[in-house]
């Protein structure tokens, strides 16, 4: 089984020359979590106890990129508990970057912290479905380490196995 890929030294979440941070939005970020659901994934929040609901739950996460006290790249994602291990599947859901925050680092930086969260948690995968058409989202998730779990055309599963995990066959 390959070993999932070792930090680099350019890894997102070493990277000291970033003017932004990242943090998983909690109660305290209500505000925070609003701006990026609204500004950043350009959803409205129809209802502000599900939103805090979200951000509440151990098992959801909302990552936020934040620079000069706004929010310019989103995150969200899920910890799921499968029927046939004890260790959680993380799927990232969802990664919005501003798009005048666009190729400086912020979606790589998300995704990386995602994966940390991941390891944390004793998660044996990390996985994401996008479509080859979306070139942009491909090459980033790519840079990340998640690798193409199959050669489907419609809908691409990337996936980065974490821990006793086995990636399928494509």
Known sequence: ?????????????????????ILRASRADVGLARQGIVEVDGRTVQDEAAMVEFISDPARYLLLAIESGRVVGSLNGYALQ????????????????????????????????????????????????????????????ERCGLGRETQNDVAVVLNRVLSGGKRKAG
Not at 9 to 16: E, G, K, Q
Not at 111 to 136: D, L
Request: net charge positive.
């Open 82 to 141: 499968r029927p046939y291990r004890c260790e959680p599947q993380f799927l990232l859901y969802e990664v919005g970057v501003r798009p005048e925050y666009r190729n400086r680092g912020v979606g790589n930086a998300l995704v990386a912290k995602f994966i940390s969260e991941a390891r944390t948690a004793g998660a044996f995968e990390v996985w994401v479905i996008t479509s080859q058409s979306n070139g942009a989202a491909m090459a980033m998730y």
């Open 1 to 21: 089984m390959p070993e999932s890929p070792k930090p680099s030294p350019h890894d997102p979440l070493l990277d000291s020359n970033r003017s932004f941070k």
